[in-house]
């Protein structure tokens, strides 16, 4: 088991940019596959973007591409998700989860962080 904990989490007006970071303890991130999942208020859970276990492949949803970036340091134990061209919909709690592969940890996540509050006004 790993344990995650998200940070960067803010306020930004439309258009900005933020990164935020999720960090594991216990098991070596390296040997998962690691994601960022947000909730809105008022709606589902939703996928937001995963990353294999040593960077090679990355999945974005829809609604992100092309504006937000998944990366990975295994030496830092870290998971980075670079938002730009915030829009006030991607308003939500974002969490960060890790898997086995990276299909896993895009639909089944095994573990969670806490979650961290985007907030982006018009």
């Known amino acids: 088991q790993v344990q995650l904990v998200e940070s960067g989490g803010r306020s930004v007006q439309a258009g900005g940019s933020l990164r935020l970071s999720c960090t594991t303890s216990g098991r070596p991130s390296s040997v998962y596959a690691m994601g960022w999942f947000r909730q809105a208020p008022g709606k589902e859970r939703e996928f937001v973007a995963a990353i294999s276990w040593f960077g090679r492949r990355t999945s974005y949803a829809d609604s992100v591409k092309g504006r937000f970036t998944i990366s990975r340091d295994n030496d830092k134990n870290a998971v980075y998700l670079q938002m730009n061209s915030l829009r006030p919909e991607d308003t939500a709690v974002y969490y960060c989860?890790?898997?086995?592969?990276?299909?896993?940890?895009?639909?089944?996540?095994?573990?969670w962080g806490q979650g961290t509050q985007v907030t982006v006004s018009s």
């Open positions: 989860a890790a898997g086995e592969t990276l299909s896993v940890v895009a639909t089944t996540p095994i573990d």
